[in-house]
């Protein structure tokens, strides 16, 4: 019993050390993709938190900026991804990463026979690898590809996405 509790105290003091030593950050960047054969580039807007010392974590939502324009929808093309990212330190500094998420795209709008419209995206897993360098206690870069594996009905396609980007952290 009492190996229990001391088991369960010290992960417990682990945990809450992981979690007030994160960091939030911003990251803003430039993102290439590669949707279903058609090329488009954008700006996007990473938001997160990232923690752990030699085992680096990051939780985070990340937004590309990728619209067509069209006359239904200025936003179809954008992509959106919850993600985890787990590395790992090998220099100082530097770390890879592995990266696992649920990633969306707006595919347009869907105007029903009463005229009114509705957004439509189409959701699936995404996954990827990344490296980030930290250039300072405030400041990181990174670099990323990721491959989101989309559908909605009966529409089934995949993403390719690239994206380099600069991280304030807070």
Do not use: C, H, W
Request: without cysteine; negative net charge; aromatic residues 14%.
């Amino acid at each position: 019993m009492k190996t229990k509790i001391l088991s369960i105290a010290t992960a417990t003091l682990l945990l809450s050390g992981s979690i007030f030593a994160a960091d939030s950050f911003i990251a803003l960047g430039y993102t290439s993709a590669d949707v279903d054969g058609t090329s488009k580039s954008g700006v996007s807007l990473d938001m997160g938190v990232k923690f752990g010392e030699s085992f680096k974590q990051a939780i985070g939502f990340e937004v590309a900026f990728l619209g067509e324009d069209n006359e239904i929808d200025e936003d179809a093309g954008n992509l959106g991804n919850i993600y985890y990212n787990l590395g790992y330190e090998v220099l100082e500094g530097f770390s890879p990463y592995a990266s696992v998420g649920y990633g969306f795209q707006s595919i347009g709008k869907y105007r029903n026979s009463s005229g009114s419209t509705s957004s439509v995206y189409s959701a699936g897993i995404s996954y990827g690898a990344g490296i980030n360098y930290e250039i300072s206690d405030s400041f990181d870069v990174g670099a990323s590809y990721k491959v989101f594996n989309l559908e909605y009905l009966a529409l089934d396609y995949s993403v390719n996405v690239a994206n380099i980007n600069v991280a304030y952290k807070f």
